[in-house]
C-alpha cells in the first residue's frame, strides 16, 4: 500500500503537524491521518474501549475539509 500526501494543517509547526494522505488500496478507498495522540482521560472515557490494535487521534476540522475537497472533486469526474 502506498500513500499520497493531501494536506495538512496549514495552523500546523514545520514537521509537527496533523496530515491527511490517501492510499492506493483497490479493494476500498482508505485514508491515513497523522494527528495527535488522544491521551486525555475524559476523553477516552467517552468514547470507551479501544482495541489493542488501534488508537484515537485528534485532527483539525481544516484537514477534514481536504478529504470533503478531494471527495467532490472525484464525485465531479463521474
Given at each position: 500500500?502506498?500513500?499520497?500526501?493531501?494536506?495538512?494543517?496549514?495552523?500546523?509547526?514545520?514537521?509537527?503537524?496533523?496530515?491527511?494522505?490517501?492510499?492506493?488500496?483497490?479493494?476500498?478507498?482508505?485514508?491515513?491521518a497523522?494527528?495527535?495522540?488522544?491521551?486525555?482521560p475524559?476523553?477516552?472515557?467517552?468514547?470507551?474501549?479501544?482495541?489493542?490494535?488501534?488508537?484515537?487521534?485528534?485532527?483539525?476540522?481544516?484537514?477534514?475539509?481536504m478529504?470533503?475537497?478531494?471527495?467532490?472533486?472525484?464525485?465531479?469526474?463521474?
Amino acid at each position: 500500500m502506498r500513500a499520497r500526501f493531501l494536506g495538512k494543517d496549514p495552523e500546523s509547526q514545520e514537521g509537527n503537524s496533523p496530515t491527511l494522505f490517501a492510499t492506493d488500496r483497490t479493494d476500498r478507498k482508505t485514508y491515513l491521518a497523522q494527528g495527535w495522540k488522544v491521551v486525555d482521560p475524559e476523553a477516552l472515557a467517552d468514547v470507551g474501549e479501544v482495541p489493542d490494535h488501534e488508537t484515537l487521534i485528534e485532527i483539525p476540522e481544516e484537514v477534514l475539509k481536504m478529504y470533503a475537497l478531494r471527495y467532490l472533486e472525484q464525485e465531479g469526474e463521474h
